[in-house]
């Protein structure tokens, strides 16, 4: 059983491209949580999806950010604009469940904005 | 709001030495408390977690944390690190919320001495 799987692990775009993070969670998941970790601070957690479904944004910026996770395919975080300080590790979890489980973790992709 | 403490950033230990690495949360409720380990270059472990019952709980590689509710504490110990323990570690927390979504300290890292 594979686990979550993220591509790319590095990615270096210019101020102003989008990035596209992909994440695939491990085999009978359905949820899906993105977080993100800024230099010498823990992770922050940024949205939660359930197929298809947004469930809670709360950690996501208003702009630019946003996320889908589609009944076929990997769920995608996506960057428009991309400026300096999106620069950062991007890790995806994925659990069967919402509570009283655990969630898996990706390598994360780290994303260097130059 | 909710929030993780972990009160070591960085600890410096010599092989055999014993280990305790803080951590306290600041919800009230009923909480869902998690250790993760992540090794250079790898993806986030789960060492150990603690959802009810048994306060003292046990992991894997040796680990066990120690949840005491009246201290808001969920603190990792072990006995006796090796080099190979030489990772980062995060407590984490589910606190009130009901979506999974987990709160992390800001990460100690743990560099062991051969």
């Known amino acids: 059983n594979a686990g979550v799987m993220q591509n790319p692990r590095h990615l270096v775009r210019r101020r102003g491209q989008e990035a596209r993070l992909r994440c695939s969670p491990m085999k009978g998941h359905s949820h899906v949580y993105w977080y993100r970790q800024l230099p010498e601070e823990g992770l922050k957690f940024m949205v939660y999806?359930?197929?298809?479904?947004?469930?809670?944004e709360s950690g996501m910026p208003k702009e630019r950010f946003s996320a889908e996770f589609p009944k076929e395919g990997p769920s995608i975080l996506r960057i428009q604009q991309v400026v300096r300080g999106d620069s950062a590790a991007y890790f995806c979890?994925?659990?069967?469940?919402?509570?009283?489980?655990?969630?898996?973790f990706g390598q994360g992709t780290r994303l260097t904005v130059v | 709001a909710q929030s993780v403490s972990q009160h070591n950033h960085h600890v410096i230990l010599s092989e055999a030495a014993s280990l305790e690495l803080g951590c306290n949360y600041s919800y009230g409720g009923t909480v869902n408390l998690f250790w993760y380990v992540q090794y250079p270059g790898q993806h986030l472990q789960l060492l150990l977690k603690?959802?009810?019952?048994?306060?003292l709980v046990k992991g894997i590689k040796g680990f066990e944390a120690e949840f005491i509710k009246s201290k808001f504490s969920f603190n990792l110990r072990k006995p006796s690190v090796q080099w190979s323990d030489t990772a980062e570690y995060f407590c984490a927390s589910h606190g009130s919320s009901n979506t999974g979504k987990l709160i992390f300290g800001q990460g100690t890292t743990l560099q062991v001495k051969p």
């Open positions: 999806l359930q197929k298809e479904n947004i469930i809670d």
């Open positions: 979890a994925s659990s069967w469940d919402r509570v009283n489980t655990e969630a898996f």
């Open positions: 603690y959802f009810s019952g048994d306060p």
